[in-house]
Nanobody, 122 residues
Framework: QVQLVESGGGLVQAGGSLRLSCAAS????????MGWFRQAPGKEREFVAG???????TWYAESVKGRFTASRDAKNMAYLQMNSLKPEDTAVYYC????????????????WGQGAQVTVSS
């Protein structure tokens, strides 16, 4: 089991940037693909971005492509850089770990963080 803790959320004006961090407590971090999801009030959880075990591949929802960048490092950290933020990006953001190859489906992920609130004002 992987314990995940997100940080870096907050309030930002439209057009601004935030970087979310996700700290993973596991010895074999490089054996997990990582994903980012978000959930706005009254809406279902939706996929945002994913990154493969070796950082060789990333994949994004169309709504964030070109604005968000997923990355990871060798210190058990995953990141989501969010630029050109829009009010519709407001949501609780979750990082998730997949012992498989990851995908856009929440069901592909085994462990989840507690979430970080991101609020974008217009």
């Amino acid at each position: 089991q992987v314990q995940l803790v997100e940080s870096g959320g907050g309030l930002v004006q439209a057009g601004g940037s935030l970087r979310l961090s996700c700290a993973a407590s596991v010895r074999t971090f490089n054996m997990y693909a990582m994903g980012w999801f978000r959930q706005a009030p009254g809406k279902e959880r939706e996929f945002v971005a994913g990154i493969s075990r070796t950082s060789g591949s990333t994949w994004y929802a169309e709504s964030v492509k070109g604005r968000f960048t997923a990355s990871r490092d060798a210190k058990n950290m995953a990141y989501l850089q969010m630029n050109s933020l829009k009010p519709e990006d407001t949501a609780v953001y979750y990082c998730a770990a997949s012992s498989g190859f990851g995908s856009m489906s929440p069901g592909a992920y085994d462990d989840w963080g507690q979430g970080a609130q991101v609020t974008v004002s217009s």
